[in-house]
Protein backbone atom coordinates (compact mmCIF):
# COMPACT_ATOMS: atom_id res chain seq x y z
CA UNK A 1 0.00 0.00 0.00
CA UNK A 2 1.08 3.36 -1.05
CA UNK A 3 1.12 5.46 2.45
CA UNK A 4 0.51 9.18 1.68
CA UNK A 5 1.63 11.94 3.71
CA UNK A 6 0.56 15.67 3.72
CA UNK A 7 1.91 18.54 5.55
CA UNK A 8 1.25 20.70 7.53
CA UNK A 9 -1.80 19.22 8.93
CA UNK A 10 -2.97 22.95 9.65
CA UNK A 11 -1.88 25.58 8.32
CA UNK A 12 -3.12 29.74 8.43
CA UNK A 13 -2.39 32.36 5.88
CA UNK A 14 -3.26 35.88 4.99
CA UNK A 15 -5.01 37.18 2.06
CA UNK A 16 -1.90 37.69 -0.57
CA UNK A 17 0.42 35.33 0.76
CA UNK A 18 2.00 31.95 -0.86
CA UNK A 19 1.22 28.73 0.34
CA UNK A 20 2.45 25.07 -0.53
CA UNK A 21 1.13 21.94 0.49
CA UNK A 22 3.66 18.89 0.32
CA UNK A 23 2.22 14.94 -0.48
CA UNK A 24 4.96 12.57 0.02
CA UNK A 25 4.30 8.64 -1.24
CA UNK A 26 5.89 6.05 0.39
CA UNK A 27 6.62 4.36 -2.87
CA UNK A 28 6.90 6.09 -6.28
CA UNK A 29 3.56 7.28 -7.65
CA UNK A 30 2.77 8.56 -11.64
CA UNK A 31 0.89 11.18 -10.82
CA UNK A 32 -1.53 12.85 -7.76
CA UNK A 33 -4.71 14.05 -7.46
CA UNK A 34 -5.94 17.10 -5.29
CA UNK A 35 -9.54 17.71 -4.17
CA UNK A 36 -10.72 20.36 -2.17
CA UNK A 37 -13.61 20.14 0.42
CA UNK A 38 -15.26 22.93 2.01
CA UNK A 39 -16.73 22.63 5.65
CA UNK A 40 -20.23 20.54 5.15
CA UNK A 41 -19.59 19.63 1.70
CA UNK A 42 -18.45 16.92 -0.63
CA UNK A 43 -15.14 16.65 -2.00
CA UNK A 44 -14.25 18.04 -5.17
CA UNK A 45 -11.77 17.32 -7.55
CA UNK A 46 -8.82 20.31 -7.75
CA UNK A 47 -5.82 19.29 -9.74
CA UNK A 48 -5.80 16.35 -11.49
CA UNK A 49 -2.37 14.24 -13.06
CA UNK A 50 -0.34 16.37 -10.89
CA UNK A 51 -0.03 19.97 -12.58
CA UNK A 52 -4.03 20.33 -14.38
CA UNK A 53 -6.65 22.09 -13.25
CA UNK A 54 -9.79 20.64 -12.75
CA UNK A 55 -13.08 22.85 -14.46
CA UNK A 56 -13.27 26.14 -12.51
CA UNK A 57 -10.12 26.36 -10.63
CA UNK A 58 -8.47 30.00 -9.97
CA UNK A 59 -5.06 29.65 -11.60
CA UNK A 60 -3.78 30.96 -8.57
CA UNK A 61 -3.65 27.32 -7.70
CA UNK A 62 -0.40 25.29 -9.16
CA UNK A 63 0.34 21.49 -8.89
CA UNK A 64 3.84 20.34 -9.44
CA UNK A 65 6.03 17.19 -8.34
CA UNK A 66 7.03 13.82 -9.03
CA UNK A 67 8.56 10.03 -8.22
CA UNK A 68 7.50 10.17 -4.27
CA UNK A 69 6.91 14.62 -3.58
CA UNK A 70 3.98 16.23 -4.67
CA UNK A 71 3.00 19.67 -4.34
CA UNK A 72 -0.31 21.88 -4.25
CA UNK A 73 1.10 25.62 -4.27
CA UNK A 74 -1.70 28.41 -3.90
CA UNK A 75 0.34 31.63 -5.27
CA UNK A 76 -1.87 34.51 -3.67
CA UNK A 77 -4.20 33.20 -0.77
CA UNK A 78 -7.57 34.43 -0.75
CA UNK A 79 -10.52 34.00 1.30
CA UNK A 80 -12.27 31.59 -0.54
CA UNK A 81 -9.37 29.04 -0.39
CA UNK A 82 -10.42 28.10 3.41
CA UNK A 83 -10.89 24.50 3.21
CA UNK A 84 -9.07 21.03 3.72
CA UNK A 85 -6.68 19.86 0.86
CA UNK A 86 -6.70 16.07 0.20
CA UNK A 87 -4.06 14.02 -2.26
CA UNK A 88 -4.96 10.75 -3.71
CA UNK A 89 -2.94 8.32 -5.75
CA UNK A 90 -4.04 5.65 -7.84
CA UNK A 91 -1.16 3.33 -8.67
CA UNK A 92 -2.20 0.14 -11.03
CA UNK A 93 -2.96 -2.02 -7.67
CA UNK A 94 -5.40 -1.10 -5.28
CA UNK A 95 -5.82 -0.28 -2.81
CA UNK A 96 -6.17 3.76 -3.44
CA UNK A 97 -5.31 5.98 -0.87
CA UNK A 98 -5.81 9.64 0.12
CA UNK A 99 -3.43 11.75 2.24
CA UNK A 100 -4.49 12.97 5.87
CA UNK A 101 -5.74 16.17 4.94
CA UNK A 102 -4.05 19.93 5.17
CA UNK A 103 -7.12 22.14 6.70
CA UNK A 104 -5.62 25.99 5.07
CA UNK A 105 -7.40 28.80 7.49
CA UNK A 106 -7.43 32.19 6.62
CA UNK A 107 -6.11 34.82 9.09
CA UNK B 1 -24.76 18.25 -15.69
CA UNK B 2 -23.69 15.09 -13.83
CA UNK B 3 -25.56 14.10 -10.78
CA UNK B 4 -24.75 11.21 -8.25
CA UNK B 5 -27.31 10.53 -5.58
CA UNK B 6 -26.83 8.54 -2.54
CA UNK B 7 -29.30 7.04 -0.39
CA UNK B 8 -29.95 4.20 1.96
CA UNK B 9 -28.21 5.41 5.18
CA UNK B 10 -29.33 5.33 8.55
CA UNK B 11 -28.92 4.15 11.99
CA UNK B 12 -27.95 0.08 11.98
CA UNK B 13 -27.08 -1.60 14.86
CA UNK B 14 -23.65 -3.65 15.04
CA UNK B 15 -24.00 -6.53 13.45
CA UNK B 16 -26.55 -5.77 11.10
CA UNK B 17 -27.06 -4.91 7.33
CA UNK B 18 -27.35 -2.12 5.19
CA UNK B 19 -27.72 -1.52 1.42
CA UNK B 20 -26.34 1.93 0.11
CA UNK B 21 -27.65 3.04 -3.49
CA UNK B 22 -26.24 6.05 -5.81
CA UNK B 23 -28.59 6.99 -9.03
CA UNK B 24 -26.49 8.81 -11.66
CA UNK B 25 -27.77 11.50 -14.21
CA UNK B 26 -26.22 14.02 -16.63
CA UNK B 27 -23.72 10.87 -18.22
CA UNK B 28 -23.57 7.48 -19.80
CA UNK B 29 -23.25 5.60 -16.89
CA UNK B 30 -22.86 2.11 -18.30
CA UNK B 31 -18.72 3.83 -19.47
CA UNK B 32 -17.52 5.01 -16.27
CA UNK B 33 -15.88 3.02 -13.12
CA UNK B 34 -17.83 3.71 -9.99
CA UNK B 35 -16.19 4.07 -6.44
CA UNK B 36 -17.68 4.33 -2.63
CA UNK B 37 -15.21 6.49 -0.36
CA UNK B 38 -16.35 7.15 3.29
CA UNK B 39 -15.19 9.99 6.07
CA UNK B 40 -15.95 9.78 9.36
CA UNK B 41 -17.14 11.84 11.57
CA UNK B 42 -13.87 15.05 11.77
CA UNK B 43 -11.50 12.23 9.70
CA UNK B 44 -10.23 12.45 6.67
CA UNK B 45 -11.22 10.37 3.28
CA UNK B 46 -10.74 6.54 2.82
CA UNK B 47 -11.74 4.43 -0.67
CA UNK B 48 -13.83 1.80 -0.01
CA UNK B 49 -14.60 0.05 -3.32
CA UNK B 50 -14.50 -0.06 -7.01
CA UNK B 51 -16.04 -1.22 -9.95
CA UNK B 52 -15.58 -1.08 -13.44
CA UNK B 53 -18.23 -0.24 -15.83
CA UNK B 54 -18.88 -3.66 -17.01
CA UNK B 55 -18.47 -4.96 -13.21
CA UNK B 56 -15.99 -6.96 -14.72
CA UNK B 57 -13.02 -5.74 -11.84
CA UNK B 58 -14.20 -5.04 -8.39
CA UNK B 59 -11.28 -4.12 -5.76
CA UNK B 60 -12.06 -3.48 -1.98
CA UNK B 61 -10.51 -1.70 1.05
CA UNK B 62 -9.33 -4.35 3.82
CA UNK B 63 -11.19 -2.94 6.29
CA UNK B 64 -14.15 -3.82 4.26
CA UNK B 65 -13.27 -7.04 2.74
CA UNK B 66 -15.65 -9.87 2.93
CA UNK B 67 -18.01 -7.71 4.45
CA UNK B 68 -19.26 -5.42 2.03
CA UNK B 69 -20.00 -5.80 -1.87
CA UNK B 70 -20.39 -3.51 -4.26
CA UNK B 71 -22.42 -3.59 -7.30
CA UNK B 72 -23.88 -1.55 -10.28
CA UNK B 73 -27.15 -1.94 -12.59
CA UNK B 74 -26.43 0.30 -16.15
CA UNK B 75 -30.06 -0.21 -17.00
CA UNK B 76 -31.16 1.52 -13.93
CA UNK B 77 -28.11 3.37 -13.30
CA UNK B 78 -27.64 2.52 -9.66
CA UNK B 79 -24.56 1.67 -7.90
CA UNK B 80 -25.01 -0.17 -5.08
CA UNK B 81 -22.94 -1.10 -1.85
CA UNK B 82 -24.14 -3.95 0.45
CA UNK B 83 -22.63 -3.55 3.87
CA UNK B 84 -22.68 -6.55 6.40
CA UNK B 85 -21.89 -7.36 9.80
CA UNK B 86 -21.32 -4.34 10.79
CA UNK B 87 -18.89 -1.83 12.98
CA UNK B 88 -18.92 0.90 15.38
CA UNK B 89 -15.90 2.08 12.97
CA UNK B 90 -18.18 1.91 9.80
CA UNK B 91 -19.85 4.86 11.17
CA UNK B 92 -19.32 7.63 8.21
CA UNK B 93 -20.27 9.63 5.87
CA UNK B 94 -20.65 7.80 2.41
CA UNK B 95 -20.00 9.07 -1.14
CA UNK B 96 -20.07 7.18 -4.11
CA UNK B 97 -17.73 9.22 -7.24
CA UNK B 98 -17.28 8.73 -10.56
CA UNK B 99 -14.03 6.98 -11.92
CA UNK B 100 -12.37 9.78 -14.29
CA UNK B 101 -9.46 8.96 -16.05
CA UNK B 102 -6.43 8.63 -14.39
CA UNK B 103 -7.91 7.15 -11.24
CA UNK B 104 -8.74 10.35 -10.43
CA UNK B 105 -12.45 10.88 -8.34
CA UNK B 106 -14.12 13.60 -10.81
CA UNK B 107 -17.79 14.20 -9.51
CA UNK B 108 -19.19 13.20 -5.98
CA UNK B 109 -22.29 12.83 -4.75
CA UNK B 110 -23.37 14.94 -1.75
CA UNK B 111 -23.20 11.81 0.48
CA UNK B 112 -25.07 9.57 2.64
CA UNK B 113 -24.77 8.69 6.91
CA UNK B 114 -24.64 5.45 8.13
CA UNK B 115 -24.36 5.49 11.87
CA UNK B 116 -23.41 1.94 13.17
CA UNK B 117 -24.89 1.77 17.25
CA UNK B 118 -26.61 0.12 19.32
Known amino acids: ETVLTQSPTTTAASPGEKVTITCRASSSVSYMHWYQQKSGASPKLWIY???KLASGVPNRFSGSGSGTSYSLIISSIESEDAATYYC??????????FGSGTKLEIK | EVQLVESGGGLVQPGRSLKLSCLAS????????MNWIRQAPGKGLEWVASISSSSSYIYYADTVKGRFTISRDNAKNTLYLQMTSLRSEDTALYYC???????????WGQGVMVTVSS
Open chain 1, 88 to 97: QQKSSDPPIT
Open chain 1, 49 to 51: DTS
Open chain 2, 26 to 33: GFTFSNYG
Open chain 2, 97 to 107: ARYGHGGRFDY
